[in-house]
């Protein structure tokens, strides 16, 4: 019985070594990964390394009860979760504020205050002016020339080109004339990338309406066919002085002669198929029960380039007409929006397709300034 004992006394402590010996490996084993994980670059390493601890801590307590299979498994989990956390980057909630993309504008060198918001008012036979339209427009000098949409401007020309649709679509009244458009430039020069427009598309608010503009030019039509008088859509404006809203607005910029932001017309098209965008102000942004007119919004649009047209007569020679397919579609008050490319204007939206609201008309620019040069326009803006 003393040998029996004394082989079993051997034996048990033979197996007390193994698993101490066992134990310290198994804890050598841990240490060691904890340190390589802390040698390497991480986030939030001091919370990786208390969650390390308390996982070991709990693993390893001899008073715990001997674990089921399920618990080991987790605790397995847990364990290699945490020891991979700690030693890779991973990303940390903070509560910095959020970083606004900062990619390059669709158009660097564009100003985005150049695309104004017009209110147009017509006179009736008894002389009451009434808000008729609202549009886009762009300017194009320092002196506040404004290029626009003439069917926006000129309510004889619709029915003298033919342009019956927009006169009946606009409730156009009989015996009216053009009397004045108010001019709101946007608050921000800073214009939206390519991605925020095909992702978001934001709506920029616009400034007080705050100045008053006339019409100084419409292009003679006689020497055009009736096909090329329907396309050459465009007249000029030019401020010429404040509006009575902006008295009221406390800190308003003051009416400045030869002191507003421009942008260039190019007479260099784009190919076809090449990407552009727009900017203007649609009817649907804003709209409010009860006030058709009362909110402006700037949207833009990226499109392409489908084609080109010539006229059949004095534009035989020179492109007048692009037609481009918007990503989304271009809704009505939008007539008189600026299409750019590489910073400049090549042509000016006057109309869309009724069957597919994505495809567009605008004249160019090639056909506005060859107009403007012929008729005796173009060296006063500088062309």
């Known amino acids: 019985m003393k040998a029996l004992r004394g082989i079993i006394f051997r034996r048990s402590a033979y197996c007390c070594r193994y698993n101490v010996v066992m134990r310290r490996f198994y804890i050598f084993f841990l240490i060691s990964l904890i340190v390589f994980s802390c040698a390497m670059p991480s986030f939030g390493r001091t919370a990786a390394k208390r969650r390390v601890a308390k996982t070991v801590r709990r693993i390893l307590n001899p008073k715990q009860k001997a674990p089921t299979r399920a618990e080991l498994i987790e605790q397995a989990r847990q364990l290699i979760a945490v020891l991979i956390a700690t030693a890779m980057p991973i990303p940390v909630a903070t509560t910095a504020p959020v970083v606004v993309n900062t990619a390059p504008p669709a158009d660097p060198e564009l100003d985005l205050r150049v695309v104004v918001g017009l209110r147009c008012y017509e006179r009736d036979s008894i002389g009451t002016v009434l808000l008729r339209r609202k549009g886009t427009g762009v300017l194009i000098s320092r002196s506040g020339h404004i290029l626009t949409s003439r069917h926006l401007v000129d309510p004889d020309w619709l029915a003298l080109s033919g342009a019956e649709g927009l006169a009946k679509t606009s409730g156009q009244p009989n015996n009216v004339t053009f009397d004045h458009c108010d001019v709101a430039l946007p608050d921000s020069p800073h214009t939206p990338t390519d991605m925020q427009i095909r992702l978001i598309n934001p709506q920029l608010p616009l400034g007080f309406f705050l100045f008053v503009s006339h019409r100084v030019f419409t292009p003679t039509t006689t020497n055009l066919s009736d096909g090329e ?150 060296a006063e803006l500088g062309y």
């Not at 007479?267 to 009817?283: H, K, M, R």
């Open 229 to 378: 008088k329907k396309l050459l859509d465009f007249a000029l404006l030019k401020i010429d002085g404040p509006t009575p809203e902006a008295q009221l607005v406390p800190d308003a910029p003051k009416y400045s002669p030869d002191h507003f932001p421009f942008v260039r017309l190019t007479e260099t098209l784009p190919t076809e198929q090449t990407e552009v965008v727009t900017f203007g102000y649609p009817a649907e942004a804003g709209l409010s029960a009860g006030s058709r007119f009362g909110e402006f919004y700037l949207k833009g649009s990226i499109e392409q380039v489908i084609s080109y047209g010539r006229g059949d007569e004095h534009f035989r020679e020179t492109p007048l007409m692009a037609e481009l397919r918007a990503e989304s579609g271009i809704f009505g008050g939008r007539s008189g929006s600026p299409i750019f490319y590489r910073g400049n204007v090549f042509a000016l939206i006057f109309g869309t397709d009724p069957e597919l609201l994505s495809k567009n008309y605008a004249v160019t620019t090639a056909a506005i300034l060859r107009t403007l040069r012929e008729q005796g326009q173009a």
